[in-house]
């Protein structure tokens, strides 16, 4: 009882302060906890424009998923959406990141800019301008490629090119945010470590293999968790660029829930394939998690 009693005199105490804190959690709970128990509370319904009268169906929704050879499409796709950007956005913002932290800060300061320019200009901005390059007909790449005497290439059109189209205008924009991360965890390396290592006759790739990359473990592990979480979410991209086609090749789990919803209006069906998405950022989220244990961050 006594414990009781001071727990809530340090909560009445500390008032003041959740005061403070009061708006982002009203935020949260209005806009994220209650829409995402309404939306796992609907996947147990069938429903359609009229969600007043939406009928109960238990488990039948994730029953026809298992089924659903379109889902199946957007999940591998999702998978392998997963697969290629997430690696290739950790390789390529590290190695600019380790090209660039030996520069002068001004110089630094200026690719810091230009390569986070495009994350801040986003996803559908970009992939306008990428519209345009990947057109058939009058497009900027095909164009180039008529130089060297190639055919024009339906890049949005045809299956395996519209899913690589989507996955390298989603690199042109990811990066930024990554290598702004790794230049920070660059620039906290102790100093001393290295001109210890050199004083000891290790090259710049030793240092870089055996002394930056281990301290930078924490930045990476942050980078990699986060970019998984946002490419599992992808959907702008194809939405503006191929709109899931052609023939469900370049969708994802995301705009399948889009289509299902606000286009087909089956908003039971979308509730359930957003639970699944949640379910498996879940796991993949504390599969990751494993590995921040033994990191001192």
Avoid at 159 to 183: D, E, H, N, R, Y
Wanted: proline letters at 5%; a positive charge.
């Amino acid at each position: 009882m006594s414990q009781f009693k001071e727990l809530a005199h340090n909560i009445w105490k500390g008032r003041s302060g959740y005061l403070f804190i009061a708006p982002g959690y009203l935020a949260f709970i209005a806009f994220l906890l209650v829409p995402l128990l309404f939306a796992i509370s609907l996947s147990f319904y069938r429903s359609s424009f009229d969600i007043s009268a939406r009928q109960f169906v238990g488990f039948e929704q994730y029953i026809r998923l298992a089924s659903d050879p379109v889902f199946k499409k957007a999940l591998i796709n999702t998978i392998n959406y997963t697969l290629v950007i997430v690696p290739a956005t950790l390789f390529i913002s590290l190695v600019i990141a380790l090209l660039i932290d030996p520069l002068d800060m001004r110089i630094q300061s200026f690719f810091r800019g230009a390569f986070y320019l495009p994350g801040v200009a986003g996803g559908v901005i970009l992939s306008v301008v990428w519209l345009w390059i990947f057109n058939p007909t009058y497009g900027l790449l095909n164009y180039v490629l008529g130089f060297f005497g190639i055919e024009p290439v339906l890049w949005l059109s045809n299956a395996p090119q519209s899913f690589w189209a989507v996955v390298f205008v989603v690199l042109t924009f990811t990066i930024g945010q990554p290598i702004i991360l790794f230049l920070a965890g660059l620039a906290g390396i102790p100093k001393d470590v290295l001109d210890a290592a050199q004083v000891d006759g290790a090259n710049d790739l030793q240092k870089t293999f055996f002394i930056r990359l281990p301290l930078l473990r924490p930045v990476i592990l942050f980078v990699l968790a986060t970019q998984t979480i946002q490419v599992f979410q992808l959907w702008e991209v194809i939405f503006m660029l191929t709109r899931g086609g052609p023939y469900n090749s370049s969708t994802s789990l995301v705009y399948l829930i889009y289509q299902t919803a606000f286009i087909s209006a089956k908003y039971g069906k979308a509730s359930a394939i957003g639970v699944v998405l949640l379910l498996i950022i879940l796991v993949v989220t504390l599969f990751q998690m494993r590995f921040w244990k033994d990191t001192d961050l």
